[in-house]
């Protein structure tokens, strides 16, 4: 079975331009996530989708970021304008999901690394 | 404030020795405790706990929870060189909350 699927696995940009990521989730896999990794921490959740309908996101910086997931599969996620502190890992998983389906197993992306100067 | 906590931070051995990560956390509503290893991508999972006092192994790794105390612990015993990555927890209450991970230095 195919993994997640990321693009890009690298990006580098000057901070105030604009950015966006792409993720493809595995097939049938209702629930997708979003999250940023800075070197040394653990992934925080950044934006958490069921089919197309938001479940969380309430650690988006919403005045710069903005995820969308429009026919419930695919999902891209946006910067703008970035800044230095969004130089990151941005990591993309799914699950199977469903209503209360937190308990499912998250398969992560092999993510992209975004290096913000 | 940190939800999940993981402890040491960082830690080296030797090719054959065990070791014991730890995971605590702070809930409500806790529902599993998830426990990843990421080397330099992205991280792979590797056991999820819902019961409390039941081990889970896989191979060398085995990983217990203790819901009473609010802790897991991952265990790898004789260690190799490919163990070597960071060791992430995560906690699902609501949404998940991964600790800052234990990186694992195995030696020759």
């Known amino acids: 079975e195919a993994g997640v699927a990321q693009s890009p696995r690298y990006k580098i940009i000057e901070k105030r331009q604009s950015v966006a990521f792409w993720c493809n989730p595995i097939?049938?896999?209702?629930?997708l996530y979003w999250y940023q990794q800075i070197l040394g921490q653990g992934p925080k959740l950044l934006i958490q989708f069921q089919n197309n309908g938001v479940v969380d996101d309430s650690q988006l910086p919403k005045d710069r970021f903005s995820a969308e997931r429009l026919k419930g599969v695919d999902s891209t996620l946006k910067i703008q304008p970035a800044k230095l502190e969004d130089s990151a890992v941005y990591l993309c998983a799914s699950s199977l999901g469903g209503r209360g389906g937190a308990y499912n197993e998250q398969f992560f992306g092999p993510g992209t690394r975004l290096t913000v100067l | 404030e940190d939800k999940v906590v993981q402890s040491p931070l960082s830690l080296v051995v030797h090719e054959g020795d065990t070791v014991t990560l730890n995971c605590s956390y702070e809930?409500?509503?806790?529902?599993?405790l998830l426990w990843y290893k990421q080397e330099k991508k992205a991280p792979t999972f590797l056991f999820m706990l819902t019961s409390s006092g039941i081990e889970k192994k896989s191979g060398r790794l085995s990983s217990i929870l203790d819901k009473k105390e609010l802790f897991s612990i991952l265990n790898i015993t004789a260690t190799q060189t490919g163990d070597s990555a960071v060791y992430l927890c995560a906690v699902y209450f609501n949404k998940f909350y991964f600790g800052s991970g234990t990186k694992l230095n195995v030696k020759p």
């Open positions: 809930v409500t509503n806790f529902r599993s």
């Open positions: 097939s049938g896999h209702a629930t």
